[in-house]
């Protein structure tokens, strides 16, 4: 499974912007799918997750202002940023795994397959 994360970029603080990820290969749509994030300096973050069953699961740093879908039919899964701050600057990863319980979905080891990540800049 090949992972292809886009749509980062420069945004104002407070501003809005969309994430997407591509899986293609040997895809499955059980699989579960999520957002990691690393800041300069910082160590990897969850940021937010969705199983196959669209059931999510999101950091409490962005609850509330992000919003991950994803369309099994197009491989393919979003995470919709709003009222971004600073503190959201950050290479954004995209994963998926099979991760078989909830209580999982926010420990990066359980994730097998990664992308390339996407740079998401908040400016001030």
């Known amino acids: 499974v090949q992972l292809q994360a886009s749509g980062g970029g420069l945004v104002q603080a407070g501003g809005s912007l969309g994430l997407s990820c591509a899986a293609s290969?040997?895809?499955?749509?059980?699989?579960?799918m999520g957002w990691f994030r690393r800041a300069p300096g910082k160590e990897r973050e969850f940021v937010a997750a969705?199983?196959?069953?669209?059931?999510?699961s999101y950091s409490d740093s962005v609850k509330g202002r992000f919003t991950i879908t994803r369309k099994n039919a197009k491989n393919t899964m979003y995470l919709q940023m709003n009222s971004l701050k600073r503190e959201d600057t950050a290479v954004y990863y995209c994963?998926?795994?099979?991760?078989?319980?909830?209580?999982?979905?926010?420990?990066?080891?359980?994730?097998?397959?990664w992308g390339q990540g996407t740079l998401v800049t908040v400016s001030s």
């Open positions: 290969g040997r895809t499955s749509s059980r699989n579960t």
């Open positions: 994963a998926a795994g099979h991760v078989s319980s909830n209580s999982m979905l926010s420990f990066a080891r359980y994730y097998v397959y």
């Open positions: 969705i199983n196959w069953s669209g059931g999510t």
